[in-house]
């Protein structure tokens, strides 16, 4: 990373913090040299105050620290990008983010709108509300067909053939959850759960 240029904005450089995992944005502070460097040295995200006038570790007494993951600069080095794991709520109010509650979501999440509507509005012609309409037999021997293609798939040297059938099993996979009326962020609650023991 190339040296953040600190005399920009008298001093100051804004730091955007950014959740390494979901990529939502968590927060914005400013940072001078002093808390870039403490940054750097400790690996929790410090910003300067500029109400207090003085330096202040995000999480110093909630316990709720952003622990560093990555450190970018922007093209002009002089805004500052950090993905940080965070350790609790970021924002004061108790939210994940000080941007709201609603984390950000890939493609995935968009696709499972999208088969979601396909279903409701049992959509002449879709494929995706054929499988579902067939039952959970259909849906579930259809997951595991594509389960053994992606494994055929795995132990060939053919990398874009095994990413296009680990897409379909996703994807059939995203049809079954919906025939039992289960979502991703049911999963990824699963995953949670998991993580932390």
């Not at 600190?6 to 400013?30: H, R, S, W, Y």
């Not at 499972?112 to 279903?119: L, Q």
């Not at 680990?166 to 039992?180: G, P």
């Amino acid at each position: 990373m190339n040296d953040i240029n600190f005399e920009k904005f008298n001093g100051l450089v804004p730091a955007v913090i950014q959740d390494n995992t979901t990529l939502q944005v968590l927060m914005v502070g400013f940072m001078n040299k002093e808390a870039y460097e403490k940054t750097l040295q400790e690996g929790r995200v410090t910003f300067f105050s500029r109400s207090r006038n003085k330096l202040w570790t995000k999480g110093e007494t909630s316990g709720n620290y952003l622990i560093v993951k990555e450190i970018t600069s922007d093209c002009d080095n002089d805004t500052i990008l950090i993905k940080a794991e965070p350790k609790g709520p970021v924002c004061h109010l108790g939210t994940y983010s000080c941007f709201g509650e609603e984390r950000a979501q890939g493609f995935l999440y968009k696709l499972e709108k999208i088969i979601d509507s396909r279903i409701s509005e049992e959509a002449e012609g879709s494929y995706t509300y054929r499988i579902f309409s067939e039952g959970i037999n259909r849906a579930a021997q259809k997951v595991g067909e594509e389960a053994v293609e992606v494994v055929i798939e795995a132990l060939g040297n053919n990398r874009e053939l095994f990413a296009s059938e680990t897409a379909d099993l996703l994807y059939h996979l995203l049809i079954l959850l919906r025939t039992k009326g289960v979502t991703l962020n049911d999963i990824e609650e699963v995953l949670k759960k998991r993580h932390k023991n």
